[in-house]
């Protein structure tokens, strides 16, 4: 990559709120990254069940579903770094207690769940804020693209460390020095917003009812069907799809026959892989086909799924992990980025509300469905499913994307 092309991935940062978000974002998302992997490989050593780590994606993400159209009126209607503030300070709270239950040794199944469930509720109302908050941080509006996908790959390089991270943690120090090290995160992005020069919020003119604003952005979504398909297939592959890291720390030690470690090292190749998604999406010009490399990337996150599926070496599953990393989170970026350049500006945080509502509401529903259909098929056959069924929602959506443009700004 030449210096020039090197500058024009990295553009945004030459916003000065916008990098401190950046930077605070990148501390905490690595944080985020080792609580997440800790907690799957506890539940999984506890209770040797495929269900019950379905059961943990689904208590922390269900709740997002259920709040999280309340988050975007939230966002539309509120100061977002308000928001973030008490969002931030709230998740800080949440992995303390955590941290404080798995130190003493005396903690059972439902309280980690319990406390998966308060994230959730948490994250219902963090994400519809965070999401539109990149207009607010951006002063130059053509680096908005830039800054979705940067974002993404802040989210990557943490998804590459944190795991690996929280292995090597695990096996050394346990599970309550991992939730520690996330509670100590969010102190950078709290220190961030705080840090932050933005003009005073100015609230909306008028104020309506939270049934009227929601009944607003549906019929916002019948007048913009090409935004409305995007969220479907969203809605398709989070339930059908991407739920295949629920299957890892079954690979990792049953499969495999490893240790945290090996669930670590699986997770952050995927992470390294995802690295380079994000950044060859920041490298995009702004007239990049944004919806050709959506389909593309569902293509090869299939491919990779299936052969993933086939591997009987930890060394094997490596590459197909690095290439399942570059597929998995390119579609959402690239969804949000589409969502985030054609909504209107009043809409942008419903309309960032309506893709957690997909992603959250069928994630929790698609990691119960995997755990349960690999207890009756085994693992590898239900990965090696969810590949072919990447490849036909690729298929099938293609047609529709490609023809609804929306007009409607």
């Given at each position: 990559?030449?210096?020039?092309?090197?500058?024009?991935?990295?553009?945004?940062?030459?916003?000065?709120?916008?990098?401190?978000?950046?930077?605070?974002?990148?501390?905490?998302?690595?944080?985020?990254?080792?609580?997440?992997?800790?907690?799957?490989?506890?539940i999984y050593s506890i209770t040797q069940s495929a269900s019950m780590l379905g059961l943990s994606v689904f208590a922390?993400?269900?709740?997002?579903?259920?709040?999280?159209?309340?988050?975007?009126?939230?966002?539309?209607?509120?100061?977002?770094?308000?928001?973030?503030?008490?969002?931030?300070?709230?998740?800080?709270?949440?992995?303390?207690?955590?941290?404080?239950?798995?130190?003493?040794?005396?903690?059972?199944?439902?309280?980690?769940?319990?406390?998966?469930?308060?994230?959730?509720?948490?994250?219902?109302?963090?994400?519809?804020?965070?999401?539109?908050?990149?207009?607010?941080?951006?002063?130059?509006?053509?680096?908005?693209?830039?800054?979705?996908?940067?974002?993404?790959?802040?989210?990557?390089?943490?998804?590459?460390?944190?795991?690996?991270?929280?292995?090597?943690?695990?096996?050394?120090?346990?599970?309550?020095?991992?939730?520690?090290?996330?509670?100590?995160?969010?102190?950078?992005?709290?220190?961030?917003?705080?840090?932050?020069?933005?003009?005073?919020?100015?609230?909306?003119?008028?104020?309506?009812?939270?049934?009227?604003?929601?009944?607003?952005?549906?019929?916002?979504?019948?007048?913009?069907?090409?935004?409305?398909?995007?969220?479907?297939?969203?809605?398709?592959?989070?339930?059908?799809?991407?739920?295949?890291?629920?299957?890892?720390?079954?690979?990792?030690?049953?499969?495999?026959?490893?240790?945290?470690?090996?669930?670590?090292?699986?997770?952050?190749?995927?992470?390294?892989?995802?690295?380079?998604?994000?950044?060859?999406?920041?490298?995009?010009?702004?007239?990049?086909?944004?919806?050709?490399?959506?389909?593309?990337?569902?293509?090869?996150?299939?491919?990779?799924?299936?052969?993933?599926?086939?591997?009987?070496?930890?060394?094997?599953?490596?590459?197909?992990?690095?290439?399942?990393?570059?597929?998995?989170?390119?579609?959402?970026?690239?969804?949000?980025?589409?969502?985030?350049?054609?909504?209107?500006?009043?809409?942008?945080?419903?309309?960032?509300?309506?893709?957690?509502?997909?992603?959250?509401?069928?994630?929790?529903?698609?990691?119960?469905?995997?755990?349960?259909?690999?207890?009756?098929?085994?693992?590898?056959?239900?990965?090696?499913?969810?590949?072919?069924?990447?490849?036909?929602?690729?298929?099938?959506?293609?047609?529709?994307?490609?023809?609804?443009?929306?007009?409607?700004?």
């Open positions: 990559m030449t210096q020039i092309e090197t500058s024009h991935a990295f553009r945004a940062l030459r916003n000065r709120n916008y990098a401190l978000f950046f930077c605070g974002q990148s501390i905490s998302q690595i944080g985020t990254w080792m609580q997440r992997t800790a907690v799957s490989w506890v922390q993400q269900f709740p997002s579903f259920l709040f999280s159209l309340l988050g975007g009126i939230a966002s539309d209607r509120y100061n977002r770094r308000k928001i973030l503030l008490v969002t931030q300070t709230a998740s800080l709270i949440q992995s303390v207690i955590l941290a404080i239950l798995t130190m003493t040794g005396h903690y059972v199944i439902w309280e980690i769940l319990a406390l998966g469930t308060v994230l959730g509720i948490i994250n219902a109302f963090d994400t519809p804020a965070r999401q539109p908050m990149v207009h607010d941080l951006v002063s130059d509006k053509e680096d908005i693209p830039n800054a979705l996908a940067l974002n993404s790959a802040m989210v990557n390089i943490a998804r590459l460390i944190g795991p690996a991270l929280s292995g090597i943690v695990l096996q050394s120090f346990g599970a309550h020095t991992c939730f520690s090290l996330n509670a100590l995160s969010f102190l950078a992005v709290i220190a961030s917003l705080l840090l932050m020069k933005l003009p005073p919020f100015t609230p909306p003119a008028t104020k309506k009812n939270a049934i009227t604003e929601l009944s607003e952005g549906f019929t916002y979504l019948r007048q913009t069907p090409r935004i409305a398909t995007i969220i479907l297939l969203i809605m398709c592959m989070a339930l059908l799809v991407i739920p295949y890291d629920t299957l890892t720390p079954i690979f990792a030690k049953v499969i495999f026959h490893g240790d945290a470690r090996t669930f670590g090292y699986i997770a952050s190749a995927a992470g390294l892989g995802s690295i380079a998604g994000s950044f060859f999406l920041a490298a995009q010009k702004k007239e990049a086909n944004l919806v050709r490399i959506l389909l593309a990337n569902i293509i090869i996150l299939g491919i990779g799924l299936f052969g993933f599926s086939r591997c009987t070496s930890f060394l094997w599953s490596i590459p197909f992990s690095v290439i399942i990393g570059f597929a998995s989170l390119t579609p959402m970026t690239a969804s949000l980025t589409i969502i985030q350049i054609e909504a209107a500006a009043h809409m942008r945080g419903r309309m960032m509300s309506y893709i957690a509502l997909a992603y959250f509401g069928m994630l929790p529903l698609g990691s119960l469905l995997v755990g349960a259909v690999s207890e009756k098929i085994t693992a590898p056959t239900t990965l090696m499913l969810q590949g072919i069924i990447a490849l036909l929602i690729a298929i099938v959506f293609s047609r529709y994307i490609t023809h609804n443009k929306t007009s409607t700004q």
